[in-house]
């Protein structure tokens, strides 16, 4: 699977940015969907995930009511809708595919995409 993340950029305390991940070469509705993140100096951190039908979801305590994952499959698209963006929110965003449910450890995960850069200023 090649992924493909996009969406990324500069942005306001308290604004909206829109991430989408477009998948190609496998099928896409066979994998759980995650998106991860990574700042400077410190370790990826799990940001959310998605199973293979979209119907669960999973999200890290920090950005849980602010940020929204969801899919389309006829598409190839995943999406995290990141609203109330927080200066602490600027990181490296990367979309990666799990064979399995779609859990929180970057280990589960198999194919990565490059990442996106969003950057939130105060």
């Known amino acids: 699977v090649q992924l493909q993340a996009s969406g990324g950029g500069l942005v306001q305390a308290g604004g909206s940015l829109r991430l989408s991940c477009a998948a190609s070469g496998r099928i896409f509705s066979n994998y759980a969907l995650g998106w991860f993140r990574q700042a400077p100096g410190k370790e990826r951190e799990f940001v959310a995930a998605?199973?293979?039908?979209?119907?669960?979801?999973n999200y890290a305590d920090s950005v849980k009511g602010r940020f929204t994952i969801s899919r389309d499959n006829y598409k190839n698209t995943v999406y995290l809708q990141m609203n109330s963006l927080k200066p602490e929110d600027t990181a490296v965003y990367y979309c990666?595919?799990?064979?399995?449910?779609?859990?929180?450890?970057?280990?589960?995960?198999?194919?990565w995409g490059q990442g996106t850069l969003v950057t939130v200023s105060s």
């Open positions: 998605i199973s293979w039908s979209g119907g669960r979801t």
């Open positions: 990666a595919t799990d064979e399995g449910p779609g859990g929180r450890s970057s280990h589960d995960y198999e194919f």
